[in-house]
C-alpha cells in the first residue's frame, strides 16, 4: 500500500515499540515508522476496544494516537523519530493525573 521515495530518508536509528527495539529509518514520523515496523495499531478505541492505527498521516483523523517517551495521546504522524524514543500503543482513554 506504502512505499518509499527512492530518496527519502537518511540513516537507521533504534527505537523501543511497547519494549521491542525496532529499526527505524532517520526523517520518518513515529507513525510511519510503526507501519513499516508492521504495527498497524497504534492504540484501541476507549468506547469499543477496537484497534485503531494511523490513517491520514498529516494530523487530522486523531487515530494515530500513542504513548511517546511517556507522554499519552500523542498525533505519531506529526511526531518525528529519534534515537532512544520509547513509543507505547494505548489502550482504551488516557489515564489523567488526579
Ligand atoms: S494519522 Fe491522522 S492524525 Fe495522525
Given at each position: 500500500m506504502f512505499e518509499r521515495l527512492p530518496e527519502a530518508g537518511g540513516g537507521t536509528i533504534t527505537i523501543a515499540v511497547d519494549g521491542i527495539a525496532v529499526t527505524a529509518r532517520a526523517g520518518d514520523t513515529v507513525a510511519?515508522?510503526?507501519?513499516?515496523?508492521?504495527?498497524?495499531?497504534?492504540?484501541?478505541?476507549?468506547?469499543?476496544?477496537?484497534?485503531?492505527?494511523?490513517?491520514?498521516?498529516?494530523g487530522v483523523c486523531f487515530d494515530c494516537l500513542a504513548t511517546i517517551d511517556g507522554i499519552g495521546s500523542r498525533q505519531s504522524c506529526l511526531v518525528l523519530v529519534r534515537e532512544g524514543m520509547?513509543?507505547?500503543?494505548?489502550?482504551g482513554g488516557r489515564v489523567v493525573a488526579p
Open positions: 510511519a515508522a510503526l507501519l513499516a515496523a508492521g504495527f498497524l495499531s497504534s492504540r484501541t478505541s476507549p468506547v469499543s476496544g477496537a484497534p485503531r492505527g494511523p490513517y491520514c498521516m498529516m520509547r513509543i507505547e500503543t494505548q489502550r
